[in-house]
């Protein structure tokens, strides 16, 4: 478990939250307004999904994540999404995706080998590339696909995790 603070936009405070690895029925049905079916991803093979959820709010997902290990040496973000309640500005909790990204990125310290330790990468859609580039300091490398790198990296996760490697 990794503890976390998320940001309640209506009070203006921080509050304790966690990142755990999820189970199936941790996991949303796109019926509560996700974009993706998580349940239906869950069952990919070679993937981890973990979720960001409030110490003392642990069924109400606040946000998702999925990462899996290419070619036994580089971490790849497969999928992230924040839960409908916290999209916008009409959001309830903020930090939610950063949070998720920086884990990601400390996991890409853990498992990332040879000269992919410490890389994040991920597709990023059209839309958002300029959102990755700006709030996350992430790179486009060819087409949609983007990455984070090392010292970026630890930048995110001191910043959203506190955490020093």
């Keep these: 478990m990794m503890n976390i603070r998320l940001l309640d936009v209506e009070t203006n405070q921080q509050v304790p939250a966690a990142i755990v690895r999820a189970s199936w029925h941790d996991l949303p049905l796109n019926i509560e307004g ?18 960001v959820s409030l110490l003392e709010q642990v069924v109400q997902v606040q946000g998702l994540l999925m990462l899996s290990v290419m070619n036994n040496e580089m971490v790849y973000m497969n999928m992230i999404e924040v839960a409908p309640q ?10 939610v995706a950063g949070c998720l990204i920086a884990y990601g990125c400390m996991r890409a310290f853990e498992a990332g080998k040879n000269n992919y330790e410490g890389y994040l990468t991920f597709e990023s859609k059209t839309e958002l590339i300029e959102l990755y580039e700006c709030k996350y300091g992430a790179k486009l490398a060819a087409g949609q696909r983007m990455f984070i790198d090392p010292a970026q990296s630890l930048h995110l996760i001191d910043k959203y995790l506190d955490l020093k490697l």
């Design 34 to 51: 996700w974009n993706f079916s998580w349940r239906r991803l869950f069952r990919t093979e070679g993937t981890e999904i973990y979720k």
């Design 86 to 95: 916290n999209v916008g500005v009409d959001g309830r909790y903020d930090n």
